[in-house]
């Protein structure tokens, strides 16, 4: 079984600030939830994608909405498939929720209707619709493999939604008066177009947004008077990696290795066989 890694907060946040409903979706805090389970509020915790092992010891505990929602769940989800939720599994984002789908078929509708796996049109596709009628332009503007399309029709481009996209920084960049600045707060490829335009950055929604980029965590530790803590809380970044943690894990790890390796009956079965005790 591979280990897990674990975090710890950052120097500066203090455990005291956050909400822990929030962290319990939070999916660098699994080794924190561990260590308090009576915090864990199990419906966030149900689509948290670090935490499956978890769920998966507390069956009675999880909230079958919010798993079905989990990217690492299908294969807990397809051993109890009677409990499916099927509307919200359409919008899982594993693309291997399709495999589950097509074992169902009568239930395909949920996964067409939600669009989070429709193909990307071809740029061919709009040799007999030029106009892009039926095309939901809302929804892909924000898909990360859209850009081709959305370049070539710029005036259908859903500004809100794009401004939220991180692979369309270069899009954005050439078109600042079309920014949603509240949108661009959460893109985390985004924070030097945000530090550059601060004053943009307007109320405390704006903030609530910010805080719960990945990117930002520089920013908000410069602005901690602007910190929605409750947002803060499911920011992965708030977690860094615990390396003294991971090295005395190493170090069990070594042990239990040199353990098993030099157990007597095995070296009694080296001795046996001829084997040189100073070649062990």
Known sequence: MSQRIPYKLRDWIPLENLYWAYMSEN??????LEQNPEKICWIYLSHNENAVHMLEKNPEKIDWYSIMM???????????????QWFYLGYN???DVVHIFNKYPTQMYYLNSACVHTPVPQLSDFDTNPQGWGIDWIRLSKRTDALHILERFPDKICWNSLSANPAAIHI???????????????????????EANMDKIENSWYWYNL???????????KNQDKIDWNSLSKNPAIFVIDYEAMR??????KRDILQAALHPDRVAQWLENGMDPDDM
Do not use: M, T, Y
């Not at 005395?248 to 790890?253: A, F, I, M, P, Q």
């Open 248 to 253: 005395e894990s190493h170090k069990e790890l």
């Open 211 to 221: 805080c719960a980029n990945p990117g930002a965590i520089d920013l908000l530790e």
């Open 172 to 194: 954005l960049e050439q078109n600042p008066d079309k920014i949603n600045w509240n949108s661009l707060c959460r893109n985390p490829n985004a924070i030097h177009l945000i």
């Open 70 to 84: 989990n990217p690492n769940a299908l294969d807990f989800i397809e051993k109890n498939i009677k409990k499916a």
């Open 93 to 95: 984002p594993n693309p």
């Open 27 to 32: 999916p660098n805090a699994v080794s924190l």
